[in-house]
């Protein structure tokens, strides 16, 4: 079986900056995996290379067998075209720690607006869809609501659903929770532990421990642009064999 | 009685009712602006000299009208031009295209750089400059030459003067509304899948229109009456009108007067729009809170509620 998210050597650097020193890792379809460690380690810098937001450097990086951002001739790689990016990026559904909805927009308008402008669904199929995501996550009070008035869990929750209208193979979660009050964070994981359940496959960049243990499939801690170690969540937070997982579960756990 | 009710007010678990701060400074502000205000307006009324019965007879006099027709005319091609000249100069401002984005820093350099009365006037004598203009290919063959004295009539001059002058202050606004939208929006939109055009229609726009509208509207404002400079041309607009008249039976202030009330007439309707097409481009603002309500709160220094906040 090929895995749904392949990476292989990648490297990103920002001038002198270098974020990423080679990053290889493998995501079979249906898995969860977690992404931590400290700050500025490049967690979510790797994400963001995922669906293209930032080109690599270096390296190759493959979703559902296909290169991501570029195309390999015999002879070259040539960059990929605004319309292929695009293509690329409508089956890879991403949240933001800062939710980033459209805010000229009501929540219902926010979902179907993928839909309906990049995969040209019909007015009434794309705001059926919208509907139905906005009940399953539990907002089905709030369609027509503009994100100001909404809470930062319910905000999420939309962003979330937001995603999933696209009806993504993948879907990427940049610290869904670290922007929100302790009281809301449960009702987004809740969320995301449904999606873990219905088979969606995932990368989460968190800090949030006891989801890792609990949905994830696998952990990945990375420091310094490297993955340091990485296995079953359980095996890595009960007993990590590297020393920096250690001093940094320390700290966090 | 009275002080039965102070006394229950002292009491700390009932309602507060204090008694409000005084500010004896205001009244005496407010009493020295309505005299000032009753001055004026008496003055008006009693001096013979403002001539309101000539003012009367020549507010709708039809050369007049046209005149308020022509500048009304002009403000609106000037703008709506200005704002697509805005719209192109300010994305191509954006480019990562250093040709591009030069020549639209050169473009607002140069017209917001020179008087727009230099302006008017070389457009107006543009064929000293280049006596034909010639259609065809670029250093090809030529299809049509076009005689520029006939080509660059006064109305033409005048509309590209306004129009050019206008285009360089409105890539200047536009500009700012465009960067005025966060990243994470346009992060957001692509990794839906949106394309650059339709990120720009649908989520960039819209949301700069918030920043654009206020000094867009201030410049509509502006055009209508500095539209009055293509009086140089001889074009008969609202203000040249009356100065012919003027001209003939010296009747300045009146006529002065005639001019003034148009042109507050007209701003006072497009500030009205203005306000309207704000509200369209901010649904999710609460519709109760009007322009003056915010402007009041970030004004006034952030003091505790005593007023039930709406």
């Known amino acids: ?253 | 009685m009275a002080t039965g009710t102070a006394r229950q007010g002292l009491r700390p678990d009932a309602d507060i009712k204090a008694i409000p701060i005084r500010r004896p400074w205001r009244w005496a502000a407010t009493a020295l602006v309505l005299v000032l205000l009753a001055m004026l307006l008496t003055s008006m009324v009693t001096n013979p000299r403002y001539r309101w019965e000539i003012v009367a007879r020549y507010l709708l006099d039809g050369s007049v009208l046209n005149g308020l027709l022509l500048t009304l005319e002009f403000t609106a091609i000037a703008m709506v031009l200005g704002i697509s000249l805005g719209v192109l100069f300010a994305v191509m401002r954006g480019s990562s295209n250093r040709v591009l984005s030069w020549t639209a820093a050169g473009y607002i350099w140069f017209f917001r750089g020179t008087p727009l009365l230099v302006q008017l006037v070389f457009w107006f004598n543009l064929s000293a400059l280049y006596p034909t203009i010639e259609l065809g290919l670029p250093f090809g063959p030529v299809f049509a030459t076009l005689d520029a004295n006939t080509l660059i009539t006064p109305f033409i001059a005048g509309v590209l003067g306004l129009a050019l002058n206008e285009g360089a202050y409105m890539a200047e606004i536009v500009r700012a509304g465009i960067v005025s939208v966060p990243k994470g929006q346009l992060e957001a939109a692509s990794s839906l899948g949106m394309s650059k055009s339709m990120t720009m229609r649908k989520i960039v726009l819209p949301q700069a229109m918030r920043v654009i509208i206020p000094p867009t509207g201030n410049n509509a404002i502006a055009m209508l009456k500095t539209s009055s400079l293509i009086s140089v041309l001889a074009i008969p607009e609202l203000l040249y009108s009356v100065q012919i008249i003027y001209g003939r039976n010296f009747q300045t202030i009146p006529l002065l007067l005639v001019a003034s009330i148009w042109y507050l007439l007209a701003t006072s309707i497009l500030t009205a729009a203005q306000t309207r097409i704000e509200r369209h481009f901010s649904p999710d603002r609460d519709p109760g809170e009007s322009y003056g309500a915010r402007l009041r709160r970030n004004l006034t220094s952030r003091r505790a509620n005593v007023k039930e906040e709406r």
């Open chain 1, 1 to 253: 079986m090929s895995a749904l998210v392949r990476a292989e050597g990648v490297h990103k650097h920002y001038g002198r900056n270098h974020v990423l020193k080679g990053i290889d890792l493998s995501l079979e379809e249906g898995q969860v995996m977690c992404l931590v460690g400290p700050s500025g380690s490049g967690k979510s810098t790797f994400l963001r290379c995922v669906n293209h937001l930032e080109a690599i450097n270096r390296g190759r990086l493959w979703v559902d067998g296909e290169l991501i951002g570029y195309r390999q001739s015999a002879e070259a790689l040539h960059e990929l075209g605004d319309k292929e990016v695009c293509r690329q990026r409508e089956r890879i559904g991403m949240v933001f720690q800062s939710f980033n909805l459209f805010p000229h927009y009501t929540a219902l308008e926010n979902v179907a607006l993928g839909p309906s402008l990049v995969k040209k669904e019909s007015r009434a199929a794309a705001t059926a869809h919208a509907e139905e995501l906005l009940r399953r996550v539990g907002l089905g009070d709030k369609l027509h609501s503009y994100p100001a008035r909404l809470s930062g869990g319910q905000q999420q929750r939309v962003a979330i659903a937001r995603a999933l209208a696209m009806r993504p193979r993948l879907m990427l979660f940049d610290e869904p929770t670290s922007a929100l009050d302790p009281e809301l964070v449960g009702e987004v994981l809740d969320v995301m532990r449904g999606l873990a359940g219905d088979g969606m496959t995932m990368i989460v960049v968190t800090h949030e421990m006891a989801f890792a243990r609990e949905v994830g499939d696998t952990l990945v801690f990375m420091d310094d642009g490297v993955i340091v170690e990485s296995g079953d969540p359980r095996e890595v937070l009960a007993r990590p064999r590297h020393q920096r997982t250690q001093a940094f579960l320390s700290k966090v756990l």
